[in-house]
């Protein structure tokens, strides 16, 4: 027995993507020092973690860099980032009845469809906390020159199964932190705050879908809204059109050779035609006859039941021998 709802559940990961992928950008930064002689030395990487910017500043200033707290203060320079606003982005939007097909592996009559992803924007913060400027500096050209002002990266599998999806991470804004004034911290953190934007897209449940293999229109009189004819494409190997003059609002009456044991045929399931192929939907049971309406035929548009010939419910699985068929005004 399967869980309540899984069967409309679904969850690509979109968010977790996007926060993985931002934080890859910053994940290689290095801090060093210059020597008398041009040579670097003391090159670190930078630390980056996702959290509050709150958070790293507490422990920054509450627990400072000293000797005499090994293992426990948080060391500078390092990078925290967040993220810190979703907002609908409706500059990106599309019409909301479009759809998505996605094909089916190993099954070319089955398509996977969903409608068009929703954009938004997510907004992102990354802080950089440093003890002094030049190391601060150094952080700041190692990121700037990448974003002008957005840099786009390819991210697979965000709107659905086997998609790649550009998404455009853009800098808007940096803001600079120098807390001169107040107590005289061991450790005053210079803090550069870099403001971007990222475009993404949400998609919702996908579900598959059967390839269209039958259309059909019905054409009226536009006056008496009468039935005129029902024009049909059937998919074969090269689409075939076919013409019908059979009204499919017609209701036909259909009786049965010693019906056994009474009509067990149930109102609105198909019948179908032993020997014609023709299908029709019960609309009423009746003693020993059904009435029958919607009728149709992919071979031949303008033929009905025969006389004589079997008719098969298709859920009731009855089989009854037709002996008469009667239009119904």
């Known amino acids: 027995m399967g869980v309540a709802g899984t069967d409309s559940y679904f969850y690509y990961g979109t968010t977790k993507k996007l926060v993985a992928v931002f934080g890859a950008f910053f994940n290689d930064i290095y801090t060093g020092r210059k020597l008398g002689d041009g ?5 670190s990487r930078v630390p980056l973690s996702y959290g509050p910017r709150s958070k790293f500043l507490a422990r920054i200033t509450e627990m400072p860099d000293i000797d005499s707290k090994p293992g426990i ?28 097909k996605f094909c089916v592996p190993g099954d ?6 969903a409608f068009t ?4 924007n997510i907004t992102f913060e990354l802080n950089i906390f440093a003890r002094t400027q030049d190391d601060a500096l150094q952080i700041m050209e190692q990121i700037l020159p990448t974003f002008r002002p957005d840099y786009t990266v390819a991210i697979k599998d965000i709107e659905g199964p086997g998609t790649v999806t550009d998404v455009p991470f853009m800098l808007t804004d940096i803001a600079l932190s120098d807390d001169y004034e107040g107590d005289l911290l061991p450790v005053r953190p210079i803090i550069y705050t870099l403001s971007f934007t990222a475009k993404v897209k949400y998609m919702g449940a996908i579900k598959r879908q059967g390839i269209i293999e039958r259309a059909m229109v019905n054409f009226r009189d536009p006056e008496t809204e009468k039935f005129i004819g029902e024009k049909v494409v059937v998919k074969t190997d090269a689409p075939t059109e076919f013409i019908s003059t059979i009204d499919p609002d017609a209701e036909y009456e259909i ?3 010693n019906p056994y044991q009474g009509i067990t045929f149930t109102v609105g399931e198909n019948v179908i035609g032993e020997d014609s192929g023709y299908g029709g939907v019960v609309k009423e049971v009746t003693g020993s006859s ?34 008469s068929i009667t239009l119904l005004s």
């Not at 070319?108 to 469809?113: A, Q, T």
């Open 108 to 113: 070319e009559n089955l398509r996977d469809s």
């Open 290 to 323: 059904i009435i029958v309406h919607r009728l149709e035929n992919m071979y031949d548009f303008d033929a009905t039941y025969g006389l004589g010939e079997n008719l098969i419910g298709s859920v009731s699985g009855e089989i009854e021998q037709i002996s």
């Open 255 to 257: 009786e049965f050779n």
């Open 73 to 100: 203060s948080i060391k500078l320079p390092r990078m925290s980032f967040e993220i810190t606003g979703i907002s609908y982005d409706s500059t990106s939007k599309l019409n909301n009845l479009n759809r998505r």
């Open 117 to 120: 992803a929703v954009p938004y």
């Open 39 to 43: 040579t670097l030395a003391n090159m």
